[in-house]
Nanobody, 127 residues
Framework: QVQLVESGGGLVQAGDSSLLSCAFS????????MAWFRQAPGKEREFAAA????????AYADAVKGRFTMSRDNAKKTVALEMNSLKSEDTAVYYC????????????????????WGQGTQVTVSS
């Protein structure tokens, strides 16, 4: 069974950067595209970024495009989300997810896709 464990996040100032990491276990890592979703208080979980099994393809939500960068290390079975120029509206619980799909398709489907999920990590951006 796939298990995902997020780390990083915490409290940061607006304009700062932060790095999230996700460790994958329990499956064949290269069989999965990976993604980051986020859920702000009182809002639905939304797609943020995704990366293909080999890292060659990525997809980003418009709200984070140009500020967030997703990467993966297949040898270490980890993915990362580098977040720059953080804004107060980036405050959310960030979830790592794994699915057998493509980044572009996942971006259109959002949470309406069979995926494995981590427990989430809180990112709070103070202004």
């Amino acid at each position: 069974q796939v298990q995902l464990v997020e780390s990083g996040g915490g409290l940061v100032q607006a304009g700062d950067s932060s790095l999230l990491s996700c460790a994958f276990s329990g499956g064949t890592f290269i069989s999965y595209a990976m993604a980051w979703f986020r859920q702000a208080p009182g809002k639905e979980r939304e797609f943020a970024a995704a990366i293909s099994w080999n890292g060659a393809s990525t997809a980003y939500a418009d709200a984070v495009k140009g500020r967030f960068t997703m990467s993966r290390d297949n040898a270490k079975k980890t993915v990362a989300l580098e977040m720059n120029s953080l804004k107060s509206e980036d405050t959310a619980v960030y979830y790592c997810a794994a699915a057998k799909t493509t980044p572009d398709f996942w971006a259109t489907r959002g949470t309406n896709l069979d995926a494995d999920w981590g427990q989430g990590t809180q990112v709070t951006v103070s202004s």
